[in-house]
Every structure is written in C-alpha cells, then in structure tokens.
C-alpha cells in the first residue's frame, strides 16, 4: 500500500535553534498533508496542515513545506523550546478521512 | 470545548478475550476514524464511520469491528483477542462534509495489554 516516510530517526537541537523535521510521501495523488506532535503518554496533537496546491504555509513558529514534485514534507520548528521534545508525524490524507502516517522523528531538545 | 474522549484509558486481557473501547467525539463532529499504533508497524487506520456508517476500512482482520451511534459517539471492538493486538488504539474526530477533507483531532488512546 502507500506509504509516507517510513523511518523514525531522532533529531537532537539546542534549545533556540531552529528545527527541520522531512517526511517523504508516495502517494502523488495526496491533496492535504498534516503534521502531528505526539508526547510520551498522549495522543497526537495538530500541530500545522497544507494542501497540495500551496507551497508553504506558516504557523506560530512553525513551517510547513511542500514540494510536490519530489514528494517531500518538511516542518520547520523556529526557536525550538523543551517543550517541543516529542515525536513528530507527517500524515497525508487519503480517500475520505483515511490518514497514512509516516514513521515519526524524535526531536530531542537539549537545554 | 472539550476535546475527544477515550475509556477506558487501560486495559488488560488475555489472549482469545474480547474488548470494547469507546470515543466520544468532539462536540459538532460527525466522523470518527479509529487508528491502531504499536512500536513496530507505527500508526496505522482502522476504520471511519460517518453519519453511523463505516466509510473507510483499513487492512485488519474481520476481529475488528466498530459502530458509530445517533450521537455520534463510536465503539469498537476486537474480538478473540490476540498477543499482538497490544497497542495503543486511538480515536480521531473531525467535522467531515460529505466531501473533501477536514483536519482530524486525536484523543488520549486506550492502552490496550493482551496477555
């Protein structure tokens, strides 16, 4: 079946730089895209969506990026605080609300 | 408002046992999707149900099962329960149209032991 991003490799960032998290995506035919910030013991938190006729989008501190011709997701995490440390999802949505994650990334920020 | 809700947030069983978990949606939204996510093959869909009907399935066995209520409130159930459905079941809701796509808000999951 399709796939997104099968891996969970670990980032580790000082605290106050900037964070880059990539995702791969096999399914062209995607339209939306979603990133997701799951903490030890919880369920996964909305973190920032993009549809694929958008390039980019912003959040609060936060950057999605889409590039549909190598089908590729990136989050951008400015400033990245403690409080960020979790693993990170991309998911893209397919027929009706069926999501397919990727692996995850374990962002580890150091103090 | 209130976010999606899942009980019982544990759960111990043993092996050929049967488990019913529940969500609750957030307030206004009529579709629920339930994932399964383990160590090993990450999270993966089970199924959606809108307006009480399944929409989508995933690839699981026919153990797993599911219904969604006049509320919009949603059950499901893994029946003849084997060692390696332990995992973390977890609900999504989202303000589903009848078409397009809508952003999906999880809840906390049931953390579900088989023994």
């Known amino acids: 079946g399709e796939s997104v991003g099968l891996h969970l490799p670990t980032l580790s960032v000082q605290e106050g730089d900037n964070s880059i998290i990539n995702c791969a995506y096999s399914n062209s035919a995607s339209d939306y895209f979603i990133w997701y910030k799951q903490e030890s013991g919880k369920g996964p938190q909305f973190i920032i969506d993009?549809?694929?006729?958008?390039d980019k989008r912003q959040g609060q501190r936060v950057t999605v990026l889409l590039n549909k011709t190598v089908k590729h997701l990136s989050l951008q995490i400015a400033a990245t605080q403690p409080g960020d440390s979790a693993v990170y999802f991309c998911?893209?949505?397919?027929?009706?609300?069926?999501?397919?994650f990727g692996g995850g990334t374990r962002l580890m920020v150091k103090p | 408002k209130a976010g999606v809700t899942q009980t019982p947030r544990y759960l111990i069983k043993t092996r050929g046992q049967q488990v019913t978990l529940s969500c609750s949606p957030i307030?206004?939204?009529?579709?629920v999707s339930w994932y399964q996510q383990t160590p090993g093959q990450g999270l993966q869909f089970l199924f959606e149900y809108f307006s009480e009907t399944q929409r989508n399935k995933g690839n699981f066995p026919g153990r797993f099962s599911g219904r969604q209520f006049s509320n919009s409130r949603s059950e499901m159930n893994v029946s003849t329960l084997e060692l390696g459905d332990s995992a973390l079941y977890l609900c999504a809701s989202s303000f589903r149209l009848a078409g397009g796509t809508h952003t999906q808000y999880f809840g906390p999951g049931t953390r579900l032991t088989v023994l």
């Open positions: 998911a893209e949505n397919n027929a009706g609300n069926m999501l397919t």
């Open positions: 307030s206004g939204h009529r579709s």
């Open positions: 993009i549809r694929s006729n958008m």
